[in-house]
């Protein structure tokens, strides 16, 4: 008895979608379409240039003499320092007096994300911009300015700065995601439109077919009269 009551409520929902699916994809296609248009013509292109550092050996260092535990341990907590040093004043001043990109100290600063991978010595630092030339120009800007300025700022270091990958002008966008925003509005739309649909049902207690007469008025249905065409007389 609970097999069949629940092969009925699965046959309602499917029944529910049928008769409402003109609107279910009506609504799903103008979520996708608006997505698409948003993404493709009006949300602006973001692209991302990084360069990544390594925080090494001391240059008085001998290259022939061999890390300790405590010293790789020395230039990962050393990390924490640099990765401060690199949106501070200093640095972003030099890198802006060399570029000819129009920012101010606050625009430069919330363009770059440093990070550091964990349990390694690198420093990555990421610029994002609506152009892929300037988030080059700017990695390359703030990646000099950054090892220049290092020594000055916290000279009792001592540690040597390399990079170890230069910054490229990036040929894609990181956002927007077209085509993934499209299938997450088709998606968005799907749903929000079986919702409406299952509430438009739920409102509707009028009578249209001869299913509806056996379902709301529990009573079988004994003949059908057709429709029939005006008849001139």
Do not use: H, W
Not at 166 to 171: M, T
């Amino acid at each position: 008895m609970e097999e069949q009551e629940g092969t009925l409520e699965l046959k309602e929902i499917f029944r529910i979608i049928s008769r409402r699916k003109k609107l279910i994809c009506i609504i799903s296609i103008l979520a996708a379409t608006l997505s698409g248009v948003l993404s493709f013509f009006v949300i602006k292109p973001t692209y991302q240039s990084e360069t990544s550092i390594i925080v090494g050996r001391p240059e008085s260092q001998s290259e022939n003499e061999k890390l300790d535990n405590n010293d790789i341990i020395m230039y990962q907590n050393l990390i924490k320092t640099y990765t401060e040093i690199v949106t501070s004043k200093p640095v972003l001043d030099e890198a802006i007096s060399t570029l000819d990109v129009k920012l101010s100290e606050e625009q430069l600063k919330k363009a770059i994300k440093v990070t550091s991978q964990e349990g390694t010595q690198i420093l990555q630092i990421n610029i994002t911009s609506d152009s892929a030339s300037d988030a080059y120009k700017i990695a390359n800007a703030i990646t000099n300015s950054f090892i220049d300025k290092s020594t000055d700022i916290f000279p009792s270091s001592g540690v040597k700065l390399s990079v170890m990958d230069e910054a490229e002008v990036p040929k894609e966008p990181i956002k927007p995601k077209k085509i993934f925003n499209i299938i997450i509005a088709f998606a968005l739309g799907l749903f929000i439109s079986i919702v409406i649909a299952f509430i438009l049902e739920y409102m509707d207690n009028t009578v249209k077919s001869e299913d509806d007469v056996s379902r709301y008025l529990q009573i079988p249905v004994i003949g059908i009269i057709p429709d029939q065409p005006d008849m001139k007389l």
